[in-house]
């Protein structure tokens, strides 16, 4: 956490002060310009079998939002919330065949995510800017069936490292959009006990198609 | 009378009823019963019964089982000490061979041999023989011959029993041990939408009257029972069974008809431990309470030999009876029955066809630990086949039980209880016939007397006759809960098992003893 934290004042310090008095005209840089940004997800899960198995499916939606920081000089250290909610039901696995038992499960996952990168071309007018990131983030996650007794349900969190890239758009002096793919890998929840134990799957995360709203200067 | 006198007039009787018992069974072209109007008041529930003559090993079991082989005059003892029925092989010809080259491979090995019509519910033959040849060795020789798949002796089968009981809080440790209340949570409906087939010595299903005719015969000590001539007996249904409608496609394979009586109580018992009616504020429970239960007699007890019986429980009977339940609808086959000795080809083939249809089969794994613990052949064939898993029995600590056999087949283990250290409090409770007035031929011939159907008691019984349904009960409500492969049933059962003895599994618990509610609830993503 502290080389996370020492990167990302790294970045801030980094950035050029006289650029801060080139901020009026449209969509030319801020020296450093807060943007909130609002987030969809897709999110293609690497225990692919195990969620397969509860919800019918291996991919899901995550919604949330979050502040970026960016800079002239390109670098950008992204602070985001999301979280994914889903009923499916418990189910047993046998030589590769799903028999849903009709027990209702809900499963959530809260991914808290800090990550940190580079805009290609941020200086510059371009309305397309291309960039890269790397992260960190915590991942709360619980699991709730009906039947359960004490200790039946799963409350857990862990560490888990991400990794993204993708295309920013401007739109307007305020707004722009970004569509990236962002990979994750969380270890520590899945793989101990239930379908994920059986299928040997212990990443919680996978590829995530991911849609930003960006609400803030270039 | 003089001496010598005596003598000839004993020896004649002697003669006499083994002449009388030769001629009543095996030969009558129709069953020698009749089923008249029912006239009967209802049934007798006599309580609880404290009991200790059903456990594996009693003098009274000993007795039970030596009375089934000494009234059937066809029972031979073979090679390996198993039982079989003289005068007959089982057969199962290639494909593809000719009647000529079928005629020519019998001929080879006896000059006796002949082919009966195919009984029903058979992919297999039934090769008649002179019943002095050694089936045994006939058998041998045919599988010798190049148009023939197996051929084997026909072994008599037999019940993993013993009996007492009452009462669910008081008496039935046994549906806890498997953590069965929660379970009836996850599935209240409680394998409503299943059929469990009961392999068995019939179920007290059905109120009849049937008239009998009752021959003299000798027990194996040459004791001489009198005939007791046409009797009218009274069955009963078990009311804690009910209701009627629940019994599907009834069949006897020991009278050829589809009223599968029970002469002994066994298959009674067993069925209330399968699917006994609950929460009913009377007698016991059962594990998949409303479940239909399909009665399918392929057992005889020592009455059904009296009464001349046409057939016997032998490996044919119980191979006919699980193609029968596989063609007539039942998704679980409960067998609370075995045998040691050779192979058992045509049930392996009936077990595969069943399974092969859809149907989870749970096998009894014996009662002979203490007699030397051979292998349970119909139990072996369980551990075979992925949809059939072999039973052994625990008692009420989760210990092994003393007389449940062990092995490298044994798969899974479920409550059949203990006559040792527990008192009553070890046995399997359910309703059944009272033995009391059903086991007359215990008594001495002086007082042998007609059976009586039509008092029931709770008691309590152990073998592994007992734990087997308790596994075809979840595996009932397992069905219903969604898994219907039998495989993934028996691979589900095996999962969530409770691990006892050596971990992993072992030949005495196999995977352990099965859990209800954790099987029926499944997985989760991360637990």
Known sequence: MRIVTAFVLAVLLSAPLGAQTNA?????????????????????????????AIFGKSMAPFFGGGLQVAMQNGFFIDFGISRFKQTGQRAFVNNGQTFPLGIPLTATITPIELSAGYRFGASGTSRFIPYAAAGIGRYNYREESDFAVEGDNVDAHDIGYLASGGLEIRLHRWVGIAVDAQYTHITGILGEAGISKDAGETNLGGIAGRFKLLIGRR | MPRAHLRYFFFMLTVAAALSAVRSHGQNASAPRTFLPASILPAIDRGVVGDTSHSPGSPEAVVRESMRHSTVALDRTGVSGARYLAGRVIVKFRAGGTAASRVRAMSAVSQTASV?????????????????????????????QPDVEYAQAAYRVHTNFVPNDQFYKELQWNLPLINLEPAWDIQPAAGSA???AVLDTGVAYSTQTVRVHASAFADENGTVYPALGDLTLNFVAAPDLAPAARFVSPRDFIWDDNVPLDFDGHGTHVSGTVGQATNNSQGTAGVAFNVKIMPVKVLDNAWDSIFGAPNFGTDDTVARGIRFAADNGAKIINMSLGRSGPPAPVVEDAVKYAVGKGVFIAIAAGNSFEDGNPTEVLAEIASRVAGAVSVAAVGPDKTHSHYSTTGSYIELAAPGGTDRGFGRGGYVFQQSYDFTLTDTFLLPPAQFKAPRFDVLSYIGYVGTSQASPHVAGVAAMLMQQGITDPAAIEAALERFATDLGDPGRDNTFGFGLIEARKTLRGLGLAK
């Open chain 2, 194 to 196: 299943i059929t469990v």
């Open chain 2, 116 to 144: 009966s019509e195919r009984p029903s519910y058979a992919n297999f033959d039934v090769v008649r023989i002179d019943p002095a040849e050694d089936a045994e060795a006939v058998a041998a020789a045919l599988r010798g």
């Open chain 1, 24 to 52: 009026a005209s449209f969509d030319e840089p801020y020296p450093v310009s807060a943007r909130l940004f609002f987030l969809a997800t897709e999110q293609s899960f690497a225990a692919h079998t195990t969620f397969d």
